[in-house]
């Protein structure tokens, strides 16, 4: 008995093959090994999307289109391994959307959870359930699935946030829904803060029971979440790959404040020097304050406030802050730790 096909086997199987291609049916041994690799295989590269550059082609889009017109006026920030596909990491949706002084960007809803990160500038607001939020750079601002929103900027100066959206995810399950809104901006039912006060202060409305995994408290003011760090920073030694890294959470369950995408802030002391790490949810990295250096195989990205940078899953990489840091990140973790996928090293 011989191991070695003969040689009329290769010709016999290219005739096998192509015959049942025609009725859609192909063989796996062909493509095992690529379809379930030893270890994490994705296309999604380490990326840094420069704020010097991005600004003023944000900018500039604001003369080309208004947000009505657009509906969302959104830079769409993709990964270079994924052209095309309007995807940050094989999970996750990102861009910058700008909203203008006098503007509105009309209410529409839909299955994707969007979550929002304040870039640059005040005064404009989402609305979502009938809720206004105004924005200050630094909040995190959560719109659940099926949420109607709409954005609009009654202030004098450009605003510009970082929109995280599940969208390939929702993808994957087919389970696209949108729909807009008969008037341009949905009626204001409760009045601003209202969320933060029933949610946002560790307690809870007495009579409180979730009706959705996502977090009832819509707005993470950015000022609570600084403070926290900077006396954490103050109280204990940062962990020694993320520094001092809190995550934000759902307050009526301690779970994650959105079920499909995980929220994250650290700080990082100046000369810190982290250890490599690894774990298999790419993430998603905007940097809110200070200088700093993301390394990884042999290669440096520097990053600088407003920068946003991207870590592949399984790829190890180390943080350096040349300055005191502060990073805000996320990632598809809830899904896979809800699967038991998820995975980490370092
Ligand atoms: C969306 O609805 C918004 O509401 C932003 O601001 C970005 C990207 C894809 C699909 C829907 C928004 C979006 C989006």
């Known amino acids: 008995m011989s191991a070695i096909p003969k040689p009329s086997n290769q010709a016999a199987r290219q005739s096998f093959y192509k015959k049942i291609d025609e009725a859609s049916v192909t063989p796996l041994w062909e493509v095992l090994h690529s379809l379930i690799p030893p270890a994490p295989k994705t296309p999604c590269v380490p990326a840094i999307f420069k704020w010097r550059e991005l600004h003023p082609w944000v900018m500039e889009a604001g003369e080309l289109i208004t947000a009505k017109e657009a509906e969302r006026r959104v830079l769409v920030l993709e990964n270079p391994g994924l052209r095309g596909e309007s995807r940050i990491t094989h999970s996750i949706y990102a861009g910058l959307q700008l909203i203008l002084p006098g503007e509105v960007a ?39 699935s099926w949420t109607w929103h709409d954005h609009g900027n009654p202030g004098d100066e450009a605003v510009i946030w970082l929109d995280g ?71 204990e030694a940062p962990h020694p790959a993320h520094g001092h890294k809190l995550r934000y959470v759902n307050p009526a369950t301690g779970g994650w404040a ?48 407003k920068d946003v940078f991207v870590m592949p899953s399984w790829e190890a990489y180390s943080l350096h802050a040349d300055t005191e840091c502060v990073l805000f990140s996320f990632s598809d973790r809830p899904v896979q730790q809800a699967l038991d996928l998820w995975r980490e090293e370092g």
């Open 106 to 144: 009309p209410a529409h809803r839909h299955s994707q959870s969007a979550l929002r990160f304040v870039m640059e500038g005040s005064g404009a607001y989402t609305a979502v359930q009938g809720e206004r939020v105004t924005m200050h750079p630094g909040d995190f601002i959560i719109t659940p």
């Open 165 to 235: 959206l599940d969208v390939p995810i929702v993808q994957l399950f087919d389970a696209q829904f949108l729909e807009r809104h008969d008037a341009e901006s949905q009626k204001t039912t409760r009045t601003e803060g209202e969320s933060l006060a029933r949610f946002g202060s560790n307690m809870l409305p007495l009579d409180f029971k979730p009706s959705s995994r996502t977090s009832p408290l819509w707005s993470y003011p950015y000022e609570r979440s600084r403070e926290a760090l900077a006396q954490l920073a103050r109280a």
């Open 258 to 305: 959105m079920p499909t995408m995980g929220t994250f802030m650290q700080m990082l002391p100046k000369g810190f020097s982290g250890k490599s790490y690894r774990s298999t949810d790419s993430s998603v990295f905007a940097v809110v304050e200070g200088k700093g250096r993301v390394t990884f195989s042999d290669e440096t990205l520097h990053f600088e406030p």
